[in-house]
C-alpha cells in the first residue's frame, strides 16, 4: 500500500510538472484518436493486453496487480489537489525529476512485496528476465516505444516526455541500486495463492 501511494505521488508530481505528457498517455492519446474510444477504455484495454503478454511470458499476477490497477487511480485522485502545477519550466523540470525517483521508491515497494506488479511494471520485469539487461534500460526501451508509437498515432510529444523517457530508466536503476533489489529474483504470489494463504491462516 506504501508503494502504491508513492507510486501514485509520483505520477501526480509528473502531471503537476506540466511540461509534456507521460509515455504511456502519448500513447493512450494517440490509440485514442485512431481508434476513436475514450482515453481511459483504451488505458484499460492496453493494460490487459499487456497483463495478457506477460501471462504468456510466464509472470505471475496477483493481488497486487489487482491493487496496482484499482487503488493507484484512488490514491492520484486523492492526491491531486494537494500539489500545485509548476509556475515555470525549471521548476517542472525539478518535479518531474522528483516524481520519477517517487515512482521508482514506489515500484521498489508494491513490487518486493511479492504479491504481483501491475502490467507495465511486470512487462518491465518480464524483459530483464528474458533479456538479462538491466531493468532501468529494459524500463527505458519501454517507454521510448510507447512514446514513439504514441507519436506515429498522433499523441503528442513535448519535453517532459523526452525526459521521462531518458530518466525513469536512471532513476529506477539508481533506486533499485540503492535498496540492493534484484527484481528479477522476487517470486510473486497469484491471487489463488494468496487466497489459499489466507484460507489456511484463518483455519489456524
Not at 508513492?6 to 500513447?27: C, E, K, S
Not at 492496453?46 to 501471462?55: T, W, Y
Not at 515497494?109 to 511486470?122: E, N, T
Request: hydrophobic fraction near 55%; aromatic fraction near 12%.
Amino acid at each position: 500500500m506504501i508503494g502504491l501511494a508513492f507510486f501514485a505521488l509520483g505520477i501526480v508530481v509528473t502531471i503537476r510538472a506540466n511540461i509534456g505528457y507521460a509515455p504511456w498517455d502519448v500513447f493512450h492519446v494517440g490509440l485514442s484518436k485512431t481508434t476513436g474510444l475514450s482515453i481511459g477504455v483504451i488505458s484499460i484495454l492496453v493494460g490487459l493486453a499487456l497483463a495478457i503478454i506477460v501471462m504468456i511470458l510466464g509472470e505471475k499476477l496477483g493481488l497486487g496487480t489487482v491493487a496496482n490497477i484499482v487503488l493507484i487511480g484512488i490514491f492520484i485522485d486523492i492526491l491531486f489537489p494537494l500539489i500545485p502545477i509548476a509556475g515555470n519550466p525549471v521548476i517542472g523540470t525539478l518535479m518531474l525529476i522528483s516524481g520519477l525517483f517517487l515512482i521508482s521508491v514506489g515500484s521498489y515497494f508494491y513490487i518486493k512485496s511479492s504479491f504481483g506488479a501491475g502490467p507495465r511494471d511486470s512487462l518491465m520485469v518480464t524483459l530483464a528476465r528474458k533479456t538479462k539487461f538491466p531493468v532501468g534500460f529494459c524500463r527505458g526501451v519501454i517507454e521510448l516505444c510507447a512514446t514513439v508509437g504514441g507519436w506515429f498515432l498522433g499523441g503528442m510529444v513535448g519535453f517532459g516526455t523526452v525526459l521521462f523517457v531518458i530518466g525513469i530508466g536512471f532513476c529506477i536503476q539508481i533506486t533499485f541500486k540503492f535498496f540492493r533489489f534484484d527484481v528479477t529474483a522476487v517470486r510473486h504470489e497469484t491471487l489463488r495463492d494468496t487466497y489459499f494463504t489466507i484460507k489456511n491462516f484463518r483455519s489456524t
